[in-house]
Each structure stands twice: as structure tokens, then as C-alpha cells.
């Protein structure tokens, strides 16, 4: 989220399909109830307005700004240098979402588009990127997925979720657990360039969500504000009883360090099921967890901000599942590769998550 806007670019080389498919976008992101503002990059100077109306012989006669209003719309002409997208947001204050066509070198999240008729080429760097359109089979790019230029209705359903993430939900990161297999920090752990918090982190933010805390972590480095237990010595449940009470957003993803593996996609997937109990905006299920192969995840879920009075008075019980039991949960059936539920918990399940990251 860019300060008070969610802002998706639609991004690609010139003639890629991007005005197609923002026109095929909006009735889907409309039809969910958002309020969608498009803004569209030139690189070359245009003409504001259309020759022979009155307010374009007016700016030819000199003004430097012109406006033409009726009682339900209009439109302003300015002349005014060093015009950005930022100042072009505060036009539309009542946006919930705004897309933007162009900006392929930028960093905001974005869907990149690509037909084969143009370019096979991919220009935008993956960092943000939400996704990829295009009329033409793409090689596996990971965590992002790719869909036909002709997937209007799935592609918006992603940037829904992005935008449901943005405005409607918090994260927290359990890292505080004792690690007394490892005999060292998990959190601290590395996986290829980054340590575990930071790979959790980051998924957070590929999903979206803005607000972000980290629970009970003792090490040197984390960007985000770091929670301690309110009642020491009551495990997991009582790093999220403390959590669940500085976090912004009603709805909140909860997600264990020692699971690096797990995917953005699998994540978007819980979250999505969290919601299906209402479908709108703060409607979702007061908790739901992952299971794969019959094995429940306590620690990876969406929990209400609201259970924290709850989660106090079962502290003395001491476990997350016994606080489940009695709370009642939804569940998501994960139908994900099994590998990337791996828990860390010694050596060996570190060398297997490095094994896993160099396939």
C-alpha cells in the first residue's frame, strides 16, 4: 500500500495488451464493490483535450488551465510541470483502488503483460510483481503465477485479494520460540540471501499487507515492530495473545518463522478461505488453519485481533490446539506439495529446506 492508496500497475512494452485487459479488469473489480480509479503513463506529450470544443480554444488562446463541469462529471485541463503519479491520486480521494497503465521500471506492485505478436521478452523486475499475462506459454517463474491475457476475471481476483490484504489485514510472525533443537536462533537461520523472519516477512508483503509485527524475537535485525509475551512462559499462544493486541486490522495472518518453505500462492489460498464464511470485507471466520495430509497447523492460520480477551483466560492451558478446540476453527484443506509445510526444527530439517530452496 503506497500511504493511503492500493495502487496495482497493469505494466508491459508498448502494444502488450495493457489497455485490454484494464478494460477487461474493471467490470470484475467493480462488480466486487471497489471504487476504481485507472491512471494512464505517456511518454510523449498528448494533446488535453479534444480541438474545436470551447475549452480547448481557450487553452490555445493562453490559459494555463481550463475546466468544464456539468451537475454528475467533469473534466480539468492544467498546464503544470513536473506533474507525478502521487499528485494525481489526490484526485480521486475516494478511490479504493487505483490502476495504473505503464510504469514497468517502478516498484509498484504489478501485473506485466506480453504478446507473443510484440515481444516474448519479460521487462518488469519480479520484485512486486503480482503476476503475468500474456498469449504465450512462460517458463516456470516460482512464486509468480501466469495466466492468458484472457484470464481478465482470475487476474482480478488476485489484485482483489492484494487489495483485501492491504486494507483488511495484519500479519504476525511468530519468532519466538526457543529453539532449543537447533540450539540457536531460528529466526536467524539462512535460506539463500535472506534469514527466515526476513523470507516470512516478505511474504506478508508480496500478499499485501502493510501492517506487520513480529513476535518475541531476541535477535539484531527486523524492520518490523517486535512484540513481546504480556505472560512469559506460555509458549506460542501467549506470543500471539500479546500480538493480538497491537495489531491494526480485525482479520490477522498468523505464520510460524520455522516454515520458510511455505509459498505466497498457499497463503493467498488460506486467506481467501478465511473469507469464504462471508465473502465481504471483515466477514471472515473468527479463526481458520491450514491442514495438509491430515496434519493440522495450528500456527499457520487467519485469527480475529478480537480473540486476545479469549486467548488470556486459556493461558493457563498453555496450548494453541486445546485454545482451538475450545473456540471452534474452520479449516483449510491444503492440496500443496507436502514439502513446503517443512517445520525446522534440527539440523537436518535446516539441510533439507536448503536442499528444497536449490532445486
Excluded at 125 to 140: M, S, V, Y
Excluded at 159 to 177: E, K, Q
Excluded at 210 to 215: A, Q
Excluded at 303 to 319: I, P, Q, T, V
Aim: charged residues 30%; glycine residues 12%.
Amino acid at each position: 500500500m503506497y500511504k493511503t492508496k492500493v495502487v496495482v500497475a497493469v505494466s508491459g512494452v508498448k502494444n502488450s495488451g495493457k489497455t485490454t485487459l484494464i478494460t477487461r479488469l474493471l467490470p470484475f473489480l467493480t462488480g466486487y464493490g471497489l471504487r476504481v480509479a485507472t491512471i494512464k503513463h505517456d511518454g510523449h506529450e498528448f494533446e488535453g483535450d479534444v480541438p474545436g470544443t470551447d475549452t480547448y480554444k481557450h487553452m490555445q488562446a493562453g490559459a494555463y488551465g481550463t475546466a468544464v463541469f456539468s451537475d454528475r462529471r467533469f473534466m480539468v485541463v492544467k498546464k503544470e510541470a513536473g506533474v507525478t503519479e502521487e499528485r494525481l491520486w489526490e484526485m480521486f480521494p475516494e478511490a479504493d483502488l487505483i490502476l495504473m497503465e505503464g510504469f514497468k521500471g517502478s516498484r509498484y506492485p504489478k501485473i506485466e503483460t506480453a504478446r507473443q505478436c510484440v515481444s516474448t521478452e519479460l521487462v518488469c523486475e519480479r520484485e512486486g510483481l503480482l503476476g503475468i499475462a500474456a498469449d504465450f506459454d512462460i517458463p516456470d517463474r516460482g512464486e509468480i503465477p501466469c495466466f492468458s491475457l484472457d484470464e481478465a476475471g482470475v487476474i482480478a481476483d488476485l489484485i482483489y485479494n492484494y487489495w483485501y490484504c492491504s486494507r483488511h489485514m495484519s500479519m504476525v510472525v511468530l519468532a519466538g520460540g526457543r529453539s532449543s533443537r537447533m540450539g540457536t536462533d531460528k529466526a536467524e537461520l539462512r535460506l539463500g540471501d535472506k534469514t527466515f523472519l526476513q523470507h516470512q516477512i516478505s511474504k506478508g508483503e508480496a500478499l499485501g499487507i502493510g501492517d506487520i509485527v513480529v513476535s518475541g524475537y531476541r535477535g539484531k535485525w527486523c524492520e518490523r515492530p517486535v512484540i513481546f509475551d504480556r505472560y512469559p512462559g506460555k509458549g506460542p499462544l501467549g506470543g500471539l495473545e500479546a500480538a493480538l493486541r497491537r495489531v491494526r486490522h480485525r482479520a490477522c495472518l498468523v505464520l510460524s518463522v520455522d516454515v520458510p518453505l511455505i509459498s505466497v500462492a498457499e497463503l493467498r489460498r488460506l486467506i481467501g478461505c478465511s473469507r469464504e464464511s462471508g465473502g465481504e470485507a471483515g466477514s471472515e471466520a473468527e479463526i481458520t488453519v491450514l491442514r495438509h495430509g491430515g496434519q493440522m497447523e495450528p500456527l499457520i492460520g487467519v485469527y480475529r485481533r478480537d480473540l486476545a480477551d479469549e486467548m488470556e483466560r486459556s493461558l493457563e492451558e498453555g496450548k494453541v490446539r486445546r485454545f482451538l478446540d475450545k473456540a471452534g476453527y474452520k479449516v483449510y484443506e491444503s492440496a500443496g506439495e507436502e514439502g513446503m509445510f517443512l517445520n525446522v526444527n534440527d539440523w537436518e530439517d535446516y539441510e533439507r529446506a536448503r536442499g528444497v530452496l536449490e532445486l
